[in-house]
């Protein structure tokens, strides 16, 4: 039930690229500003809109922010009037395959609700979970953010609310999976000790006692996160 492929034409760094998926883990390689950072916001945009149901259109510009959210703005930016389009490709177990959610627009649109978006009915059919952990650590910036994020028009992408929103989500029900107790076990070893949270506040929890993350080094705070 994973994605397939993707394919950008005319959209931010793309001129023309279809990435094909292989099963279990992808890596991207390759120099700055080629779209690697690209690639993982469109393909985390489709997979978060199929649990939300969020217009994709909408979901890409809440993700890549341009500048006055002006769709238009996402369109690869040559001479004379131009239009993108993404197309996510994904396989759905009891459908055909090769299930496709696509997104056109010109580099005139100015609102999400003037984009072409297309697939949606088969795409939402059934979810995907799926997460982006951003570059910049938010676990020291939590306290606040999402009240703010919601009410106020402040400068941020979709992805560092979204991500918050995990973060602060209660622990599953049930025992833990041997693979997941494996992983929890290495990361608390790393920094030596448990993330907590108390009133939307992260700490870290140990022998010194709950060291709020904003007094962290930098890297402790993001393998915390």
């Not at 959209?11 to 023309?16: G, L, R, V």
């Not at 993982?40 to 510009?61: G, H, Q, R, W």
């Not at 606040?144 to 991500?163: N, P, V």
Request: glycine letters at 8%; charged letters at 25%; a positive charge.
């Amino acid at each position: 039930m994973g994605l397939t492929k993707i394919r950008c034409v005319g959209f931010t760094a793309f001129e023309n690229i279809a990435i094909d998926f292989s099963p279990g883990i992808n890596v991207f390689v390759g120099a700055n500003g080629t779209g690697k950072t690209h690639i993982m916001k469109i393909a985390y945009a489709a997979c978060d809109v199929s649990k939300t149901k969020l217009n994709f259109a909408e979901k890409l510009s809440r993700v890549f922010l341009p500048s006055g959210r002006v769709l238009g703005r996402l369109v690869k930016r040559q001479q004379g009037r131009n239009r993108s389009e993404v197309e996510v490709s994904r396989d759905i177990v009891d459908f055909p395959p090769g299930i496709k959610l696509r997104a056109s627009f010109g580099s005139l649109s100015k609102k999400t609700d003037s984009a072409e978006v297309t697939g949606a009915a088969d795409w939402y059919s059934r979810s995907i979970e799926s997460v982006y952990i951003p570059v910049k650590e938010m676990l020291s910036n939590a306290p606040g953010f999402r009240s703010l994020y919601s009410q106020r028009e402040i400068h941020f992408e979709e992805i560092y609310a979204d991500i918050l929103d995990r973060a602060y989500l209660p622990l599953l029900r049930g025992p833990m999976d041997g693979d997941r107790r494996r992983l929890l076990s290495t990361l608390q070893k790393a920094i030596d000790g448990k993330v907590t949270v108390k009133n939307e506040e992260f700490f870290l929890g140990n022998k010194q006692g709950a060291l709020e993350f904003t007094l962290l080094a930098e890297g402790i705070r993001k393998l915390g996160f």
